[in-house]
């Protein structure tokens, strides 16, 4: 019952620290039955936000008012079922606005099909994120740019031929050709090492760790002037 509680308290702390949610995300797994070891695991995190708690987003008047994601995935690194991990996080200017880091539902076969399926769950809160903009702003919105590091997928974005590699993919994570193919979504290529959205699907070195949760915009308010 304790367990449960801590986890819960730590999902409502997502609303502002994203650098959490990869962490969290694994410890909620484990809710219907934990053993020590997530306890532990807990205890990790809540040592981590002891020392993080003047850490936040801050929203600012900058940077181009159009809707821009970042999407990733891992691929096979949970040794439990072997399911991906996808994680996206979406900017309106400079500053993140949405993101999620959540366990793929189904086995991907390949780090191209885990990065494809990742897009068209990104696409489909591309597209959400766009109407509820254009409604509350009252114009049309332009197409969101869609920024994923694996090449392979971004060229199944665009082909709309089910050949042999993608074949086996169920017909519901192709929407996001439908996307492309209407101009909603963009999809451009982007490093591993400047994707936003790695945080959110993998743990990370300490110092690769410290360099995402910069880029993300997560940062210490009593060190800004």
């Known amino acids: 019952t304790q367990y449960r509680k801590v986890v819960g308290c730590l999902r409502y702390l997502l609303q502002t620290r994203p650098d959490m949610a990869y962490a969290v995300g694994v410890v909620s797994r484990y809710m219907q039955s934990p053993r020590e070891s997530h306890g532990g695991a807990i205890k990790h995190i809540l040592r981590y936000l002891r020392g993080t708690t003047g850490y936040g987003i801050k929203y600012e008047r900058m940077g181009q008012k159009r809707l821009i994601g970042y999407s990733d995935s891992s691929h096979n690194v949970d040794p439990d079922d072997g399911r991906s991990t996808t994680g996206h996080i979406f900017y309106y200017g400079s500053s993140p606005i949405t993101w999620c880091s959540q366990k793929q539902d189904t086995v991907a076969l390949s780090s191209c099909e885990a990065e494809f399926m990742a897009?068209?769950?990104?696409?489909?809160?591309?597209?959400w994120l766009q109407d509820f903009l254009g409604e509350i702003m009252n114009q049309a919105q332009e197409k969101v740019i869609l920024r994923v590091d694996n090449k392979s997928a971004i060229e199944l974005t665009k082909n709309p031929v089910f050949h042999g590699r993608s074949k086996h993919i169920h017909t519901r994570f192709h929407f996001i050709r439908n996307c492309v193919e209407r101009e909603q979504v963009e999809v451009e290529y982007i490093p591993g090492g400047e994707q936003r959205a790695d945080i959110l699907t993998k743990p990370l070195a300490r110092t690769k760790f410290k360099e995402m949760?910069?880029?993300?915009?997560?940062?210490?308010?009593?060190r800004r002037t």
């Open 213 to 222: 949760r910069s880029l993300i915009g997560v940062e210490e308010f009593s």
């Open 119 to 127: 897009a068209t769950a990104s696409a489909c809160q591309a597209i």
